[in-house]
């Protein structure tokens, strides 16, 4: 069983950046795919990025590549996102989530933390 919780969201202005974290408890964290999601209002949920277990291997979608980054700390349990030339159609609800090692399904989820740019 994994937990994960969400922080660092808020309201920024375009151009702006923001840094979520992504807390996680629990056993093997280490050992899991983890992800960024996001979804705005009356849109699908979308991978924004991932990162192996290692960190060595990251994914990011086309819309915010060269603008986010993805890390992760697996002394202190934690996922980043770094996200920098922030634009309002980024606004979304931000989601981490995590990936079993072998599985193709992201099985744990946080509660989501709120992204709002304003132009």
């Known amino acids: 069983q994994v937990q994960l919780v969400e922080s660092g969201g808020g309201l920024v202005q375009a151009g702006g950046s923001l840094r979520l974290s992504c807390a996680a408890s629990?056993?093997?964290?280490?050992?899991?795919?983890m992800g960024w999601f996001r979804q705005a209002p009356g849109k699908e949920r979308e991978l924004v990025a991932s990162i192996s277990w290692s960190g060595g291997s990251t994914y990011y979608g086309d819309s915010v590549k060269g603008r986010f980054t993805i890390s992760r700390d697996n002394a202190k349990i934690t996922v980043y996102l770094q996200m920098n030339s922030l634009k309002p159609e980024d606004t979304a609800v931000y989601y981490c989530a995590a990936r079993p090692g072998g599985s193709v399904r992201y099985t744990y989820w946080g509660q989501g933390t709120q992204v709002t740019v304003s132009s």
């Open positions: 629990g056993r093997a964290f280490s050992s899991y795919v």
